[in-house]
Nanobody, 123 residues
Framework: VQLQASGGGLVQAGGSLRLSCAASGRTFSSYAMGWFRQAPGKEREFVAVISWSGGSTYYADSVKGRFTISRDNAKNTVYLQMGSLKPEDTAVYYC?????????????????WGQGTQVTVSS
């Protein structure tokens, strides 16, 4: 599986962005999909995960209520809708695929990673 993240950019605090992650291959629906992020000088951290069917989603406390993860298996794409953005959301955002139904909060639970897309939130 190859993953290509896009949709990052510069946005003012309080604004919104939608990230997309397009996957290659015909088995996309067999993978749970996650989003992680890495801010400058910090370790990569979990943001959100969606099950292979889209029926279950989980979020980091820091984004709960502001971000929404979704997927379209017909388009082999997972999305991260980000709202009420804060300067502390500034990071490189990565999508990842886990060959499991529910996915994981941990990086080690993922089999494939995208290249990352930069999100910068100005105050």
């Amino acid at each position: 599986v190859q993953l290509q993240a896009s949709g990052g950019g510069l946005v003012q605090a309080g604004g919104s962005l939608r990230l997309s992650c397009a996957a290659s291959g015909r088995t996309f629906s067999s993978y749970a999909m996650g989003w992680f992020r890495q801010a400058p000088g910090k370790e990569r951290e979990f943001v959100a995960v969606i099950s292979w069917s889209g029926g279950s989603t989980y979020y980091a406390d820091s984004v709960k209520g502001r971000f929404t993860i979704s997927r379209d298996n017909a388009k082999n794409t997972v999305y991260l809708q980000m709202g009420s953005l804060k300067p502390e959301d500034t990071a490189v955002y990565y999508c990842a695929a886990a060959y499991s139904d529910q996915g994981s909060y941990y990086e080690g639970g993922y089999d494939y990673w995208g290249q990352g897309t930069q999100v910068t939130v100005s105050s």
